[in-house]
């Protein structure tokens, strides 16, 4: 038995690398989709499972098709090569943004418009693991008349029923531009009515919206509010949605009401884990000097910061743009990278800045310098939260050939790998429109668009680990011998007490099937952590004080109770 069981898993491991998998070399990346015509625009969400879609728009016969592909963690494809054609219905000869997310159920969700009914409109799919388009082969309206719908975001609540907001500009008539939401079930039901709901002001024009989950089956929608006209005044106004659809405050509360804010602005928005949300953006409320600001809002309408926004450097003499945040609560600080310019805009560099939730800076006024002004081009700056680390990758574009890059940070700003940054792709190649994934199961993925050669543009991919590597994370395949002698090890459950999300650390020393549970004081079930066959390593999970429902439960004392074939272990947990 034992030599068919060898031969079995020979052949296993000759399988998988023989199938393409993340590339573990910056010079050559894992191909998501290659093409005769332009691939363009990707997107990127990745579930918990550590599976991961990537989409994009592919120009076939003169249209702009939407095309999905799925990644198991490894970094292989599960669908055809040429990625799930998802929609091929008729575009404009031009792309507005749109939206991919993952539900609660490992679904994908996408959102888009195209002019099918002689319009732009906006549409709905959900697409099942297995490829099956969930919501039909034509989606889901999400309305169908004379209007202009530049694109759609969306928000999935605890109760996987996923809630849409765009912008509605009407093609005739005075009306101001509106915000049009729905809330769909898996099934496919619009739960607002036909219509929807509608957020109009008839002497404001209410643009670029988008939106996060909040508490009880919520959402928190940010936008714009202007008067007409390119160069009018615009302002960041925020409201809590309940799952009904009705505004939860008594008014909308200003993010920020000062002027500044350019035509087209779009924020970095956040969840804080705990019903509340943080909002990025930059505005130049000092005539002609741009400066990058971060405001946090709780679930009740509640301010944290300065207002209209703490301001994340106050140097007089160059300018933040596009700040990108991450957020870790057991350390109370949020993390935030943005492009620093001088006044010409002639050279560029990465700073950041770390805050709390008062909006106290912990870097200096200016922020801290990562990559110093110079002749650099850096753009698409990303954080993601890593652990008790942030990841930040960014693409320098200094000339038509750009490279992609990464670093690891502490919440003090101190670099954790030696090399400080580590190329994710280093070839010289023209790349644009860098999409990156949230960091889960101990990498993090980015997606781009790519013109190697002479080629109009291909979608490529690349994972890197916590520790800097690229690669295919050891997930499933016994590289690591363990410690039978320890063949179940409890490390920190960290914070305890739990405000927002636990993480819980443990140890295998032994392959063994591994059952993590949230009971009751009294022994009672609450939620299923992780249920699977796994391998001798180190592993991280997370409980984020919710049920098997996806509801918050109330402040008490937990058991965690995880089951081995080996043993059981249980330790206590106190949720605030």
């Excluded at 110093?372 to 680390?389: C, E």
Aim: charged content about 15%.
């Amino acid at each position: 038995m034992k030599k068919i069981f060898f031969s079995l898993l020979f052949l296993l491991l000759i399988q998988i690398a023989s199938m393409a998998q993340w590339s573990n070399n910056s010079l050559s990346n894992t191909p998501v989709v290659k093409a005769g015509d332009e691939q363009t625009t990707p997107k990127i969400a990745t579930c918990d499972t550590g599976y991961t879609y990537i989409s994009w728009f592919s120009i076939e016969n003169g249209n702009y098709n939407v095309r999905l592909q799925r990644f198991e963690v490894h970094g292989i494809k599960q669908w055809d090569p040429t990625g799930l054609l998802i929609s091929a219905n008729p575009s404009m000869t031009w792309i507005t943004d749109y939206t991919l997310v993952t539900d609660k159920q490992n679904n994908a969700i996408l959102s888009f418009q195209d002019f099918r009914s002689g319009y732009n409109n906006v549409y709905a799919y959900r697409i099942a693991p297995d490829g099956t388009e969930v919501w039909g082969d034509n989606g889901i309206a999400l309305s169908n008349g004379n209007y202009f719908e530049p694109y759609a975001r969306i928000a999935v609540p605890q109760d996987n029923q996923a809630v849409f907001v765009w912008q509605r500009a009407f093609n005739s008539g005075t009306q101001m531009d509106a915000l049009m939401l729905q809330k769909i079930s898996p099934s496919g039901t619009l739960l607002w009515g036909a219509s929807g709901k509608t957020l109009q002001n008839s002497g404001l024009n209410y643009d670029w919206p988008d939106i996060v989950p909040s508490d009880s089956n919520s959402v928190i929608l940010v936008w714009t509010k202007a008067v007409s006209g390119l160069t009018a005044p615009r302002y960041i106004y925020a409201q809590r949605i309940d799952s009904l659809g009705n505004t939860m405050w008594a008014s909308d509360v200003p993010v920020n009401n000062t002027a500044g804010l350019p035509m087209g602005t779009t924020f970095s928005l956040i969840s804080d884990g705990s019903g509340g949300a943080f909002i990025g953006w930059f505005d130049d409320r000092t005539a002609n000097h741009f400066r990058a600001f971060v405001q946090h809002i709780d679930k009740y309408g509640h301010v944290s910061m300065p207002a209209n926004g703490a301001n994340l450097s106050t140097s007089a003499t160059t300018q933040q743009l596009y700040p990108n945040l991450a957020w870790l609560p057991e350390y109370n600080s949020l993390l935030c990278f943005y492009q620093e310019e001088d006044m010409n805009q002639n050279n560029s560099g990465l700073f950041g800045q770390r805050l709390n939730l008062n909006g106290q800076v912990f870097w200096g006024a200016s922020g801290k310098s990562f990559i110093p002004l110079s002749g650099k081009d850096l753009q698409f700056i990303n954080a993601r939260s890593a652990d008790s680390s942030v990841l930040v990758a960014y693409m320098d574009e200094t000339t038509i050939a750009g490279t992609l890059w990464a670093m690891r940070l502490d919440t003090a700003g101190a670099y954790l790998w030696a090399t400080q940054t580590v190329a994710m792709s280093s070839i010289l190649t023209n790349k644009s429109y860098l999409a990156v994934g949230r960091y889960s199961n101990g990498q993090m993925i980015a997606t781009w668009e790519d013109h190697r050669g002479s080629d109009p543009g291909d979608i490529y991919g690349q994972n890197i680990k916590l520790n800097g590597t690229l690669g295919p994370v050891a997930v499933g395949i016994d590289e690591n011998p363990g410690d039978p002698a320890v063949p179940l090890s409890i490390g920190s459950l960290y914070p305890n007490p739990v405000k927002q999300k636990a993480i819980i650390n443990f140890t295998l020393g032994i392959r063994q099937h591994v059952t993590i549970q949230i009971l009751g004081i009294n022994g009672a079930m609450c939620k299923t952590l992780l249920d699977q066959d796994m391998r001798p390593d180190t592993y991280q999970t997370t409980w984020d004080g919710t049920n098997a429902g996806g509801n918050r439960m109330a402040p008490g004392v937990y058991l965690l109770r995880i089951s081995c074939d080996s043993e059981v272990q249980t330790k206590k947990l106190v949720l605030q």
